[in-house]
């Protein structure tokens, strides 16, 4: 079955510092690529997603994310992070399951301190 | 904008109970999931349903059943509430295309004593 892993369960960043969130899967095949963001008492909303084409992908707010399909990864890039950045940050992987299923990460939870 | 309206906020049930939680899409997808997710491991997917009375099984679907009588409402029910069916539930939407994003519920917490 596929998996996705996130390496940072929690990351604590000043603003300013440039930030990397890690997310590896284990599907071989062709699959599609999400980030989604869940700020503190939100619901979840999409950040970004890969399909196909440029690997390096931009989302909202200053957000990008790069795909390296040798390495399985799909790493999550801002280069100034903002106090309003705190949030949790879950990678997710649609290996073309029946019916648009997504498999979800463990979820990074990111502190910036102001 | 998709709007998906989860009833209830927060809920306590207590062990044994028969639990419903409630999900109204209002986009006409055809696609609806429920998830659960608990601390460190992420979103974890329970049943899903991708058209009226059609309902699929997702990587835990132990304890739980699921209702899809009209396109637009998802309900998934614990027939028998247990305590380590504490977690936050949420509820998805999407259309059908695979490329196409999941729009989530605010989620329901639901604790079982």
């Known amino acids: 079955a596929q998996s996705v892993s996130q390496h940072n369960h929690h990351v604590i960043l000043s603003e300013a510092a440039s930030l990397e969130l890690g997310c590896n899967y284990s599907y071989g095949g062709t699959v599609n690529l999400f980030w989604y963001v869940q700020y503190p008492g939100q619901h979840l909303q999409l950040l970004l997603k890969?399909?196909?084409?440029?690997?390096l992908v931009k989302g909202i707010k200053g957000f990008e994310a790069e795909f390296i399909k040798s390495k399985f990864s799909f790493n999550l890039r801002k280069p100034s992070v903002q106090w309003s950045d705190t949030a949790e940050y879950f990678c997710?992987?649609?290996?073309?399951?029946?019916?648009?299923?997504?498999?979800f990460g463990g979820g990074t939870r990111l502190m910036v301190k102001p | 904008d998709v709007k998906v309206t989860q009833s209830s906020r927060y809920l306590v049930k207590r062990t044994g109970e028969k639990v419903f939680l409630e999900c109204v899409q209002d986009m006409d997808h055809e696609n609806m999931f429920w998830y659960r997710q608990d601390p460190g491991l992420g979103l974890r997917l329970i049943y899903f349903?991708?058209?009226?009375?059609?309902?699929e099984k997702g990587d835990i679907p132990e304890g739980y059943s699921v209702s899809r009588e009209k396109k637009e409402r998802f309900s998934l029910i614990l027939e028998s509430a247990s305590t380590n069916q504490t977690s936050m539930y949420l509820c998805?939407?999407?259309?059908?295309?695979?490329?196409?994003?999941?729009?989530f519920g605010n989620g329901t917490r639901l604790t079982v004593t």
């Open positions: 890969y399909f196909s084409g440029d690997p």
């Open positions: 998805a939407s999407s259309t059908r295309n695979g490329n196409s994003p999941l729009h």
């Open positions: 997710a992987v649609n290996a073309f399951r029946a019916g648009n299923m997504l498999t």
């Open positions: 349903s991708y058209d009226v009375k059609m309902k």
